[in-house]
Structures are given as C-alpha cells and as structure tokens.
T-cell receptor, first 112, second 112 residues
C-alpha cells in the first residue's frame, strides 16, 4: 500500500524566515493535495498538483510536484504566525482512485 | 455556504453504547468520506461513498457502519463503542475524483 512520509515532522522558525517541507511517496504519485490544519479544527485545502513539474502558488506558499522523485515540496516565504499549524499531504494510491492516503503531518510553529 | 457540517462536535460515551455521527454537505458533491485522526497515525479512511446509494470500506472499517441517506448526508454509526474508537472523526466530500476533498470541523469522541 502507498505511504506518504512527511519531513521534517515538526519545525520551529522565527517569523520572517523561509521554510520548505516535503512529502515523499513510496509509490507513483497520481496527484498530490496539500492541506493545513489548526489545532481543534478541520483541514483546509491549500493546493492540488496533478502533473509532474507542476508548480502552484497562493499568497506566500508555493507547492511543487516532482514525479520522478515521487515527492512534493511546500515552500513558505517570509513566514508569519498565521502560517502556524499542521500541514498534511494526501495522494491517490492509483490513478482515478476514490481513496486518498495522507501523511502524518508536519507541525509548524512560527515565533514572533 | 456552510460547506461540510458535522454533528455533534464533542461526545463522551461509555463502552458498549451506540452512537451515530452526522455529516451533511451543501456543495452538491457526489462523493463523501469518513476518516479518523489519531496521534501518530494520521488520517485513516473508515468508509466512503462514491455516489448516492453506494458505500465502500476504507482502511479501518471494523466496528463502524455507514449510511448514505441522500446526496447531502452521510452518517457513521458505532454500534457498540470501544475505547479504541476514541478519536477525532472527520467527514469530507468532493465533487469528483479530480477535485480536492473538503473537510468538516470534526467530532471529538471519547469512549470511557
């Protein structure tokens, strides 16, 4: 079965710093979803990547998909306290699958 | 728009009691999902419904039943609650396989 490994597991940064988190799949990626979760709340959809080499940006967050490496990265530029939370990646285990598997999440703390 | 609404938000049960978790979406989505989230385990799929009238097992279906009542509503039932089912339960929905899932705020369930 497919597994998604997120790294690092947690990160503490100073406000204003850039950071990158990774999501590596044990099998071929058929689309990759990034979500953010604040403590005690649900998951908020950030971005969806469907093709190798695809890159998407929203405000100060950029996500990329590297199909060859079976990996996606999420880069935050000039981090702010509002970026704090848990970032989860999710992927379909095979093309057209109804199911998604998720990584265990990466906890980000941004100190003012 | 309300999006995905879960009720209740919190619940405490005794071992052996039964309970139904409710989920409703107002986005006219075809697919709906139930997950549980546990520390160190990430999100795991319990059951899903690809369309009205169909349901399928996910990764951890034992001890649960589901009902897709209509296109809007998808309920999760615990017939005889066990302490191992203490978790945060999330409902999600999406229009089709090429779209991201949208999540509710979760139900925090404790079984004593």
């Amino acid at each position: 079965s497919q597994e998604l490994e997120q790294s690092p597991q947690s990160l503490i940064v100073q406000e204003g710093k850039n950071l990158t988190i990774n999501c590596t799949s044990s099998k071929t990626l058929y689309g990759l979803y990034w979500y953010k979760q604040k403590y005690g709340e649900g998951l908020i959809f950030l971005m969806m990547l469907q093709k190798g080499g695809e890159e998407k940006s929203h405000e100060k967050i950029t996500a990329k998909l590297d199909e060859k490496k079976q990996q996606s990265s999420l880069h935050i530029t000039a981090s702010q306290p509002s970026h704090a939370g848990i970032y989860l990646c999710g992927a379909a285990p095979q093309g057209g699958s109804e199911k998604l598997v998720f990584g265990k999440g990466m906890k980000l703390t941004v100190n003012p | 728009n309300a999006g995905v609404t879960q009720t209740p938000k919190f619940q405490v049960l005794k071992t052996g009691q039964s309970m139904t978790l409710q989920c409703a979406q107002d986005m006219n989505h075809n697919s709906m999902y139930w997950y549980r989230q546990d520390p160190g385990m990430g999100l795991r799929l319990i059951y899903y419904s690809a369309s009205e009238g169909t349901t399928d097992k996910g990764e951890v279906p034992n001890g649960y039943n589901v009902s897709r009542l209509n296109k809007r509503e998808f309920s999760l039932r615990l017939e005889s609650a066990a302490p191992s089912q203490t978790s945060v339960y999330f409902c999600a929905s999406r229009r089709d396989r090429n779209q991201p899932q949208h999540f509710g705020d979760g139900t925090r369930l404790s079984i004593l």
